[in-house]
């Protein structure tokens, strides 16, 4: 069976979507974000993003030995990372580095906000 390639997501060609507690989304919300969902529902791509997030910028030397996970292994995840829209890359000499996208994340942050219950404003 033929593995399945992500589609590149455009941050900047959607304006994408008010919180899913305001309205359902829609088909093309949905197949929006549905990549950067599925990009982070894997523990290996989560634990990247988050070494990642938590700097300015992260060269590739630096991710690899945090797994026992071969170098091709951990590119196909970070591949992963670049076609959802989550990540930016850039070559260097021989390594790559990678930053967030804050653009995606301030989407899926919007995306997942609740509104406040009355037991969250009393406190």
Known sequence: MPKQALPVVDLRAVACCPPIAVRPLDAGEAET??????ALGDPVRLRLMSMIASAPEVCVCDLTPAFEL????????LKVLREAGLVDADRRGTWVWYRVRPEAFRQLAVLLQLPATADETVA
Not at 70 to 77: F, K, L, Y
């Open 33 to 38: 974000v549905a990549p950067m969902f599925k």
């Open 70 to 77: 071969s170098g091709p292994t951990i590119s196909h995840h």
